[in-house]
């Protein structure tokens, strides 16, 4: 069935780093892709996304490209800040609103 | 426009209980879907609800079921309480079924089994 694989972490970093944060997937057809924030003790919140090969979703400087001959979907981010500490899921969705999530990568940095 | 909300906040139960979540979607939204969220763990879907019937299911037993009233808000229903069953239950609406690019999460209710 359709899954992701997201890099695991903790991933830890000073602020004003480079950020990436891998995330690759398996799907049977064309899937919308996600990346999902959750700050501690609260629900997830949309980062970004990308409906078709080749789009990329930008939000708050991250960014992320939909690469269908990699399967692939990557977070980055040019120069994190403290405010960013948080866990980041990638997510797909086959149109059916049945979302996949990977296990979360938990992002720490520091001043 | 108040999001998506959820009650309770926390909840406590013991081996073999019942428990009842709420959830009311985003205004606007007609579709919820709930999902459990493992400690250290991505959000796995359990189901979701659209026009007040079940329209899909993950893979999870029959001792979760729910429900969706006239005004979309939903129940998830969990019997049998098992110590595994301690978790984060979101809540998600989105306009449809078919349109996951709307699903709104809520904060989610915290359930844990003792």
């Known amino acids: 069935g359709d899954s992701v694989t997201q890099m695991e972490g903790p991933v830890t970093l000073s602020e004003e780093a480079f950020l990436t944060i891998n995330c690759t997937y398996t799907?049977?057809?064309?899937?919308?892709l996600f990346w999902y924030v959750q700050y501690p003790g609260e629900g997830l919140q949309l980062l970004l996304k990308?409906?078709?090969?080749?789009d990329k979703g930008s939000n708050k400087g991250f960014e992320a490209t939909y690469r269908k001959e990699t399967t692939s979907f990557h977070l980055e981010k040019g120069s994190v800040q403290v405010s960013d500490s948080a866990v980041y899921f990638c997510?797909?969705?086959?149109?059916?609103?049945?979302?996949?999530f990977g296990a979360g990568t938990r992002l720490t940095v520091k001043p | 426009d108040a999001g998506v909300t959820q009650s309770p906040t926390h909840l406590i139960k013991t081996r073999g209980q019942q428990v009842t979540l709420r959830c009311s979607p985003k205004?606007?939204?007609?579709?919820v879907s709930w999902y459990q969220q493992a400690l250290g763990q991505g959000p796995q879907f359990i189901f979701q609800?659209?026009?007040?019937?079940?329209?899909q299911r993950g893979n999870f037993p029959d001792r979760f079921s729910g429900h969706q009233f006239p005004n979309y808000s939903s129940e998830l229903n969990v019997n049998a309480l098992l110590l595994g069953d301690s978790a984060l239950y979101l809540c998600?609406?989105?306009?449809?079924?078919?349109?996951?690019?709307?699903?709104?999460f809520g904060p989610g209710t915290r359930l844990t089994v003792l």
């Open positions: 998600a609406s989105s306009v449809g079924p078919l349109d996951a690019d709307t699903q709104y």
């Open positions: 799907a049977t057809g064309y899937p919308s």
């Open positions: 990308a409906t078709k090969a080749d």
């Open positions: 997510a797909l969705s086959a149109n059916n609103n049945d979302m996949r």
């Open positions: 205004s606007g939204h007609d579709t």
């Open positions: 609800y659209y026009e007040e019937e079940e329209r």
